[in-house]
């Protein structure tokens, strides 16, 4: 299994703030990384796919970057309904794997 | 707007089989790949399998041994079947479904179910 480890795994950040988040992958994955969001109770929401391709419908705040086995998830201007949990997951090989996950708390 | 609205048992002993159901609403399965994903509670996400209309799977090798997932085109339904549970098993399942485009798919979800909390416990 390609392993996906996520950095940092808590977030603590102010409204207005720019976050980046980390996702490493343990083999190369060419482009093949997805982002999510997750709030509790909730299903996962697509946000990022192929790296840097920003799902429909998803705010340009959110921006996707990397190749190989480094990739960026960044909030440019961290709204409040932007708390939450965000997940990297590869789609290189055919069973897929996810990131442990990064939380973003309020400050 | 396509909706995947899900239901099973909530409530297992250790060794008995959990078995969930996914409907899906406003598309068809034709076409689309239809997965299971599960959440233990507080935890990441892990992919169990995945099923097409014409019934080909692909399944997780670490679960594979004790997971079956079938499909019912006559109900547009998709099932998951995973045996000899224990409560390392617990957790939220979702069913989603994966982007096709221009005849490639991707094993990125875009609509989810609503998911179900199966809990193991003697």
């Known amino acids: 299994d390609i392993q996906m480890t996520q950095s940092p795994s808590t977030l603590s950040a102010s409204v207005g703030d720019r976050v980046i988040i980390t996702c490493r992958a343990s083999q190369s994955i060419s482009n093949w990384l997805a982002w999510y969001q997750q709030k509790p109770g909730k299903a996962p929401k697509l946000l990022i796919y192929k790296a840097s391709s920003l799902e429909s419908g998803v705010p340009s705040r959110f921006s996707g970057s990397g190749s190989g086995t480094e990739f960026t998830l960044t909030i440019s201007s961290l709204q409040p309904d932007d708390f939450a949990t965000y997940y990297c997951q590869q789609y290189n090989s055919y069973s897929v794997t996810f990131g442990g996950g990064t939380k973003v708390e309020i400050k | 707007q396509v909706q995947l609205q899900q239901w099973g048992a909530r409530l297992l002993k250790p060794s008995e089989t959990l078995s969930l159901t996914c409907a899906v609403y406003g598309g068809s399965l034709s076409g689309y790949y239809w997965n299971w994903i599960r959440q233990p509670p507080g935890k990441g996400l892990e992919w169990i399998g995945e099923i097409n209309h014409g019934g080909s799977t692909n399944y997780n090798p670490s679960l594979k041994s004790r997971v079956t997932i079938s499909i019912d085109t006559s109900k547009n339904q998709f099932s998951l079947k995973l045996n000899s549970v224990t409560a390392a098993d617990t957790a939220v399942y979702y069913c989603?479904?994966?982007?096709?485009?221009?005849?490639?798919?991707?094993?990125?979800?875009?609509?989810w179910g609503q998911g179900t909390l199966v809990t193991v416990s003697s």
């Open positions: 989603a479904r994966t982007i096709c485009s221009g005849g490639s798919c991707y094993q990125i979800f875009n609509y």
